[in-house]
T-cell receptor, first 113, second 112 residues
Framework: DVKVTQSSRYLVKRTGEKVFLECVQDMDHENMFWYRQDPGLGLRLIYFSYDVKMKEKGDIPEGYSVSREKKERFSLILESASTNQTSMYLC????????????FGDGTRLSIL | GNSVTQMEGPVTLSEEAFLTINCTYTATGYPSLFWYVQYPGEGLQLLLKATKADDKGSNKGFEATYRKETTSFHLEKGSVQVSDSAVYFCALLKAAGNKLTFGGGTRVLVKP
């Protein structure tokens, strides 16, 4: 089975801090995604990557950046955390560009104080 | 642009009741349609999918039929269990695309 592992289940940070969320997948998938999940809004795509060192903006990239130095790891970076970035963050991977399903990690609940 | 609209929850049911969660979409062309489920404390997992009009996806007693004429993909289960308590997301993938568009999610609570 594919495993997508997010480094933290819960994280509390302060406004203005630089925050790193890490995601690792173990199935050599090409595509990796970062979403945020908010009640009533479903999942919204922040960034995705279809290859090492490649990235594309999703629907809500403002205030975020990403890094993919190795195929198995995709990091989400909050350059200067703000309270409106308090949310559940979900990482996902898929075999190729149009492949489904996407395999999701268990999520990181991030609180910015 | 593409969009997915789901009925708002929470939906509260008794065990063995019939469940319907409505989902309608807006998209050009012929998207693929999906239902994902999120159990408490977990990430999302694919429940079922349909890739063309009139296809029926099914899994774990759940069914959904891709209706192009009504742009809908409603999820149904004839007899729910407490273990079906979860949040359900409808999603679409446009043709030749690689980004899912999700609905807002519907929380379902099944009581014994």
């Amino acid at each position: 089975d594919v495993k997508v592992t997010q480094s933290s289940r819960y994280l509390v940070k302060r406004t203005g801090e630089k925050v790193f969320l890490e995601c690792v997948q173990d199935m050599d998938h090409e595509n990796m995604f970062w979403y945020r999940q908010d009640p009533g809004l479903g999942l919204r795509l922040i960034y995705f990557s279809y290859d090492v060192k490649m990235k594309e903006k999703g629907d809500i990239p403002e205030g975020y950046s990403v890094s993919r130095e190795k195929k198995e790891r995709f990091s989400l970076i909050l350059e200067s955390a703000s309270t409106n970035q308090t949310s559940m963050y979900l990482c996902a991977s898929s075999r190729d560009r149009a492949a489904q399903p996407q395999h999701f990690g268990d999520g990181t609940r991030l609180s910015i104080l | 642009g593409n969009s997915v609209t789901q009925m708002e929850g929470p939906v509260t049911l008794s065990e063995e009741a019939f469940l319907t969660i409505n989902c309608t979409y807006t998209a050009t062309g012929y998207p693929s349609l999906f239902w994902y489920v999120q159990y408490p404390g977990e990430g999302l997992q694919l429940l079922l999918k349909a890739t063309k009009a009139d296809d029926k996806g099914s899994n774990k007693g759940f069914e959904a039929t891709y209706r192009k004429e009504t742009t809908s993909f409603h999820l149904e289960k004839g007899s729910v269990q407490v273990s079906d308590s979860a949040v359900y997301f409808c999603a679409l993938l446009k043709a030749a695309g690689n980004k899912l568009t999700f609905g807002g999610g519907t929380r379902v609570l099944v009581k014994p």
